[in-house]
Nanobody, 126 residues
Framework: QVRLVESGGGLVQAGGSLRLSCAAS????????TAWFRQAPGKERGFVAG????????DYADSVKGRFTISRDNAKNTVYLQMNSLKPEDTAVYYC???????????????????WGQGTQVTVSS
């Protein structure tokens, strides 16, 4: 069973950048469809970005398209989320998720993913 640990969150000013990492253990990231979700206070957990098991295909929520990039380093068994041009509305707890199913199109519902990290807080000040 894969274990996911996120890191890289923090406080940043609007317009700044952060890179989140999701380190996997107990499994190999290229055996899983992986995705990033986020949840702001009082809101449901929502899809941010995902990458297929092959690593060749990515998908993004419209709200982050052109600003965020998901990538994967198989040698480090880690998935990344590069976040640029951050906005206050990007403030949330960010979660890494994984599932063995070879999704395409990528599933955007949280209940489609079996494995989750503990989350990392991202706060963007205006």
């Amino acid at each position: 069973q894969v274990r996911l640990v996120e890191s890289g969150g923090g406080l940043v000013q609007a317009g700044g950048s952060l890179r989140l990492s999701c380190a996997a253990s107990g499994g190999t990231v290229n055996d899983y469809t992986t995705a990033w979700f986020r949840q702001a206070p009082g809101k449901e957990r929502g899809f941010v970005a995902g990458i297929t098991r092959s690593g060749f295909l990515q998908d993004y929520a419209d709200s982050v398209k052109g600003r965020f990039t998901i990538s994967r380093d198989n040698a480090k068994n880690t998935v990344y989320l590069q976040m640029n041009s951050l906005k206050p509305e990007d403030t949330a707890v960010y979660y890494c998720a994984a599932d063995k199913s070879p999704f395409w199109p990528l599933q955007r519902r949280p209940d489609e993913y079996d494995y989750w990290g503990q989350g990392t807080q991202v706060t963007v000040s205006s």
